[in-house]
């Protein structure tokens, strides 16, 4: 009997874990190219489910500018209502609780004059399997050991996509500065070059004519 019932608690945990990674909603993860401003919506489903959102500014269209002026971001609820505004950021992240379910906005706004690239994730989960399983003396301890495995995927799946986007804004930003220190070398030099072609061309009049006046 106690067999049987160490193999139905290991097979419990097993369909339990098994249920958590079923149930973990992937994120809503995209790149996109803002000119002015850019709008996209989230269906939070269930209230007191925690979101977690982030964005990075990949890259500037721009050769010779760098800016570090950054995208605004506001969040608005289902009713139109204001949760929560980012302004003038590059790089952000930010969590809050569902209030009210239904379609939550997400509206990016670009004041530069250059059409930036970002990097936007929502990530939310929802899990049901505690309203489905009998919360006796076996099932308790198993289901808070599920919930602890259940945050640590979460957050290392949320954190590992905003780290890579972090990663190839700034290899755009070092190749962008190479980019530019190189350009502003080859003109140097060019502008270099040019004043002492100048200066040899100036000297050799100036010799000619010393040497023309002294034959005279």
């Known amino acids: 009997m106690e067999f049987w019932c160490g193999g139905h608690v290991a097979l419990s945990l097993v369909l339990v874990g098994f249920l958590v990674l079923c149930q973990l909603e992937g994120s809503l993860g995209l790149r996109f190219v803002i000119d002015r401003e850019e709008c996209f919506s989230h269906d939070a489903k269930y209230m ?6 982030s964005f ?3 890259k500037v269209d721009s050769t010779w500018h760098y800016t570090e002026d950054g995208v605004d971001l506001v969040i608005k609820g289902p009713g139109g209502e204001q949760i929560h505004d980012i ?3 590059t790089s952000e992240k930010y969590e809050f609780v ?15 004059p ?4 970002v ?13 489905q399983h009998a919360k ?14 259940e945050e640590a995927l979460y957050n290392i799946q949320f954190e590992q996509h905003w780290l890579e986007a972090e990663t190839d804004r700034q290899a755009i930003v070092n190749e962008g500065m190479s980019r530019r220190a190189t350009h502003k070398a080859l003109i140097e030099s060019a502008a270099l070059i040019g004043a002492s072609c100048l200066q040899v061309f100036l000297l050799k ?7 023309g006046s002294s034959r005279v």
Not at 48 to 53: A, L, N, S
Not at 119 to 131: E, I, M, N, P
Not at 136 to 149: C, N, R, S, V
Not at 205 to 211: A, I, W
């Open 98 to 112: 569902v209030q009210k379910q239904g379609v939550h906005q997400f509206c990016f706004t670009n004041k530069s």
């Open 48 to 53: 007191g489910d925690t979101i977690h959102v």
């Open 205 to 211: 009049r100036l010799f000619e004519r010393k040497l």
């Open 136 to 149: 006796d003396e076996h099932f308790t301890p198993l289901l808070e050991q599920i919930q602890k495995l």
């Open 87 to 89: 302004r003038g950021k």
């Open 114 to 117: 250059y059409h930036e690239t």
């Open 119 to 131: 990097d936007f994730d929502v990530h939310a989960a929802h899990f049901t399997y505690y309203d």
């Open 56 to 58: 990075v500014v990949i």
